[in-house]
């Protein structure tokens, strides 16, 4: 169960909640990234903010309405005085999509947690220009990004949980 499912039964009005299933293990929990292709024309953030504040840039996400990708997309975009809720993206139905699209130049910059594209960041196909959290993240060395925090955070998170009601003995294992 990661913030995906919480919060995408939460932007559809699912009947059902997961408020009442028992969590287990927190598997993952990253920063979000906004994400270039390494041969971008942003230097920075604030370059790529210029132009996504005049209109001009399209931008993916991986995930559904109120999943990871969307809410950190949604609360960058409110820091840096754009209307979330006016704001044009595309989402694309997971990482390898996503990817494609922005290697492709349908994209100008995706948002997606920072280990999803780990391996393109490492190999000098992307870059990260932010992360979602008050601190540089240890994964990122300073040539790789520039540094871009907010006060806040919008982590990627997962885990696993026991279906609700479960005997104590299933939930522990």
Known sequence: MGLGLLGGARATGAAVSVGD??????????????????GSPYPTFGALVDDWRSG???????????????????LIAEAVGLAPRALP???????????AALLGGRVDFVVSGLSEYQHAVDAGELRVLAVTGPQRSPALTPRRSTRWAWTWSSPTGA?????PGSPPRRASG
């Open 89 to 99: 993206h595309e989402r694309f139905d997971g990482g390898g999509d996503l990817l």
């Open 159 to 163: 885990g696993s949980s026991s279906l």
């Open 21 to 38: 299933a028992t969590p287990l293990a927190r598997l993952i929990d990253e920063p979000g990234a906004v994400v270039v292709a390494a």
């Open 56 to 74: 001009a840039l399209a931008t993916g996400i991986g995930s559904h309405v109120g999943g990871p990708d969307h809410l950190a997309l949604m």
